[in-house]
Every structure is written in structure tokens, then in C-alpha cells.
């Protein structure tokens, strides 16, 4: 079993900035890819932004593209969300998880997912 543990949200103005942070308990051997999506109430999860494990390659919903940037640190088992330019609409619950397989931009593909940290952007 994986543990996932999201913090760094918060309460900001439209504007700001926030970075999320997603520590896995263990090193997690195999994981292709690391994402995070996100889910306002009575909406389905859509996906936000993955990175793949080796090779650096990302991936971002077109909604976020050029505002939030993902990255990963190998060493410390940690996946980075650095929100830019927040707006009021992407106020909502943000969860990481992991994938073994499959598409990045399935939540299908993931395996394991934290309990979300809440973003709230105020205008």
C-alpha cells in the first residue's frame, strides 16, 4: 500500500500563487507517472497536470496550460504543482495520485490517490 499525502493549499486571491506538494511514503518502483486532478462538488474529477517518472515528460489540461507547472523530485519521492495566476475557477479539491500504466489523463490509470488539500482562490 501507498500513501499520498497533498499539502499546501490554501485560501489566495486571484492572482496568486500556490504550490502543492505530494509526498508518497515509499519509494513506489514501477510508477509511470504521478498526476493531479481535481474535483469541484457534484462534478466529475478532471484531470489537471502529470508527470512521468523518467524522462520529465508532462502533461496539462488545456485549462491550466501556461499557468501551473508539474515536477517531480525522484530523491524525495515528491510531486510538485506550481499554480500560477490562480483564478477563482479553479477553486477546488486537489488530489495526487499514481499510475502504473494507461493514459495520463484517465483517473482509470491510477492506482493509489491522496486525500485531496483544498484551493480556494477568491476575486
Sequence with gaps: QVQLV??????VQAGDSLRLSCAAS???F???????FRRAPGKEREFVAAWRWNG???????????RFI???????????????????????????ATAYS???YDP????Y?????QVTVSS
Design 113 to 117: 490517490w491522496g486525500q485531496g488539500t
Design 70 to 96: 508539474i515536477s517531480g523530485d525522484n530523491a524525495k519521492n515528491t510531486v510538485y504543482l506550481q499554480m500560477n495566476s490562480l483564478k477563482p475557477e479553479d477553486t477546488t479539491v486537489y488530489y495526487c
Design 30 to 36: 514501477g510508477v509511470y507517472k504521478m498526476g493531479w
Design 56 to 66: 520529465d515528460t508532462t502533461y496539462y489540461a488545456e485549462s491550466v496550460k501556461g
Design 6 to 11: 497533498e499539502s499546501g493549499g490554501g485560501l
Design 108 to 111: 482509470g490509470s491510477y492506482a
Design 26 to 28: 515509499r519509494r513506489i
Design 102 to 104: 494507461g493514459s495520463a
